[in-house]
């Protein structure tokens, strides 16, 4: 199976080991396509948007858009997963039933599941549990008519 990969967040307070391990694995993964493995340390959704935000801003301010056709893609364009595609499901391990600031935007329209399982006991037993739940979903998008 193939993985992509992403990283968010702060690196500065990162050692330097666990930098370089980061950047390998972004290296190696970097043209895979089909599955994406997210790791989010030190992120946090509020700040991605202001800092999406502040890059609108500065769009606007060097004249590249005008604010009056500021559009959701713009919004997506400026998030650190603009590379990607949102995530058709979020798991949440340890039964806690809530986002807790993350992908705040992207997970609009994801199919949540809720595992009882600290995240260093999760299994392939539990992945498949997940992936049981998500195909039973009948998956509602949403839309606006016009």
């Known amino acids: 199976m193939e993985f992509g990969s992403g990283y968010w967040g702060g690196r500065a307070n990162l050692?330097?080991?666990?930098?370089?391990?980061?950047?390998?694995v972004?290296?190696?993964?970097?043209?895979?396509?089909?599955?994406?493995?997210?790791?989010?340390?030190?992120?946090?959704?509020?700040?991605?948007?202001?800092?999406?935000?502040?890059?609108?801003?500065q769009d606007v301010l060097a004249g590249k858009q005008s604010q009056d056709e500021i559009t959701e893609e713009?919004?997506?364009?400026?998030?650190?997963?603009?590379?990607?595609?949102?995530?058709?499901?979020?798991?949440?391990?340890?039964?806690?039933?809530?986002?807790?600031?993350?992908?705040?935007w992207q997970s609009a329209y994801s199919e949540f599941i809720v595992l009882d399982v600290l995240w260093p006991d999760f299994t392939q037993e539990h992945l498949e549990e997940a992936l049981r739940i998500y195909h039973n979903r009948e998956r509602r998008q949403g839309g606006v008519n016009a």
């Open 26 to 57: 972004e290296l190696q993964t970097r043209d895979n396509d089909r599955l994406f493995l997210n790791i989010a340390f030190n992120y946090g959704g509020r700040d991605e948007l202001a800092r999406a935000c502040r890059g609108i801003v």
């Open 74 to 104: 713009d919004i997506a364009r400026h998030l650190d997963t603009a590379f990607m595609p949102d995530p058709d499901i979020i798991l949440r391990t340890s039964g806690e039933q809530r986002l807790s600031n993350f992908l705040l």
């Open 15 to 24: 050692t330097p080991d666990l930098r370089q391990l980061i950047e390998d």
